[in-house]
T-cell receptor
């Protein structure tokens, strides 16, 4: 099946920028998503990007998409302790509506 | 507006039993999807219901089933529980359109422990 891969852990200092990376294998991916999961909670949609876009910015969040390399990243500017959570990238492809998720990146923000 | 509500939040069952989980979507959302989250397999799609019909199904055995009611509320059932069914079961709702991004709003999940 199609795969979405992420590194498992990332630690940053408060105030620094965080960059979470994701690679995917499905060349027919149409939309790519970033979700955040805090302990004991469900997933919260942060942002998504259409596959023909290179970049999307939303306040502190910047998504970069390199379709040629099938690489997606999420940059969080001025990272705060409240940003500590697990971040999942996901994709939908073609007409399929279900999301295929990566394994998640645990972001720890150190004071 | 109220979010996606899942009940129960926590439950413990023993092997061989069956369980029913409930999901109330956001008002106006007609699609409900279910995902299973485990430490080993991550997030995996179970099925999606739209207008009381199963529109899409993941790769799970027939012990996993679901349904949707006319008010868009959904239930999923797992029969003959196995230890490996222990997981967080997440429900997500959306408007259900087939074009554009699939913007899902997730509930907090039902954590099932099978002993």
């Amino acid at each position: 099946g199609e795969d979405v891969e992420q590194s498992l852990f990332l630690s940053v200092r408060e105030g620094d920028s965080s960059v979470i990376n994701c690679t995917y294998t499905d060349s027919s991916s149409t939309y790519l998503y970033w979700y955040k999961q805090e302990p004991g909670a469900g997933l919260q949609l942060l942002t998504y990007i259409f596959s023909n876009m290179d970049m999307k910015q939303d306040q502190r969040l910047t998504v970069l998409l390199n379709k040629k390399d099938k690489h997606l990243s999420l940059r969080i500017a001025d990272t705060q302790t409240g940003d500590s959570a697990i971040y999942f990238c996901a994709e939908t492809s073609g007409s399929a509506r279900q999301l295929t998720f990566g394994s998640g990146t645990q972001l720890t923000v150190l004071p | 507006k109220a979010g996606v509500t899942q009940t129960p939040r926590y439950l413990i069952k023993t092997r061989g039993q069956q369980v029913t989980l409930s999901c109330s979507p956001i008002s106006g959302h007609r699609s409900v999807s279910w995902y299973q989250q485990t430490p080993g397999q991550g997030l995996q799609f179970l099925f999606e219901y739209f207008s009381e019909t199963q529109r899409n199904k993941g790769n799970f055995p027939g012990r996993f089933s679901g349904r949707q009611f006319s008010n868009s509320r959904s239930e999923m059932n797992v029969s003959t529980l196995e230890l490996g069914d222990s997981a967080l079961y997440l429900c997500a709702s959306s408007l259900g359109g087939v074009a554009g991004a699939n913007v899902l709003t997730f509930g907090a999940g039902s954590r099932l422990t099978v002993l």
